[in-house]
């Protein structure tokens, strides 16, 4: 009686297994061709144009993230001195984050933004090479 259900559960670990392994590439065979490449289009850019557009964004949004830097590292100055701290802010500690958690809270955000900012030209950059490589200048 032990060998028969140890070879039921072989048998329906092997059903299992076929299962789970060809229903996925039989469903991503189907879709593959275009559902994979209608992403890859729309994510990766192929021509000049596109590769300039790209640019173009990479370079707003590193005006963003620097003058988000810049808010946040102002926010750190004023947390520091306590300028301008609402009545009802945590400084002792409480329930809520203390003054000295909400500075470095601030100083990591601002030094994430900077590092965002030097990312977006860096890839602005590369998507304007592109582009010139594919406009033959």
Same mark, same amino acid.
């Given at each position: 009686?032990? #060998?028969?259900?140890?070879? /039921?559960? #072989?048998?329906?670990?092997?059903?299992?297994? #076929?299962?789970?392994? !060809?229903?996925?590439?039989?469903?991503?065979?189907?879709?593959?061709?275009?559902?994979? &490449?209608?992403?890859?289009?729309?994510?990766?850019?192929? %021509?000049?144009? +596109?590769?300039?557009?790209? !640019?173009?964004? =990479?370079?707003?949004?590193?005006?963003? =993230?620097? *003058? +988000?830097?810049?808010?946040?590292? *102002?926010?750190?100055?004023?947390?520091?001195?306590?300028?301008?701290?609402?009545?009802?802010?945590? %400084?002792?500690?409480?329930?809520?984050?203390? /003054?000295? &958690?909400?500075?470095?809270?601030? +100083?990591? =955000?601002?030094?994430?933004? %900077?590092?965002?900012?030097?990312?977006? /030209?860096?890839?602005?950059?590369?998507?304007?090479?592109?582009?010139?490589?594919?406009?033959? *200048?």
């Amino acid at each position: 009686m032990g #060998i028969n259900k140890m070879r /039921l559960r #072989i048998v329906g670990m092997f059903l299992l297994a #076929i299962f789970l392994f !060809a229903f996925p590439v039989s469903v991503g065979a189907a879709g593959k061709a275009g559902s994979r &490449e209608a992403v890859r289009k729309t994510l990766l850019p192929q %021509t000049a144009e +596109e590769h300039r557009a790209m !640019a173009k964004s =990479y370079r707003a949004k590193a005006i963003t =993230y620097k *003058q +988000e830097a810049e808010d946040h590292r *102002q926010m750190c100055e004023e947390y520091k001195f306590e300028v301008a701290i609402p009545s009802n802010t945590n %400084t002792t500690g409480g329930t809520g984050p203390s /003054l000295m &958690e909400m500075q470095k809270k601030c +100083e990591r =955000y601002s030094e994430d933004s %900077t590092d965002l900012v030097d990312n977006a /030209l860096e890839l602005a950059a590369y998507h304007e090479a592109q582009a010139d490589a594919l406009s033959g *200048q």
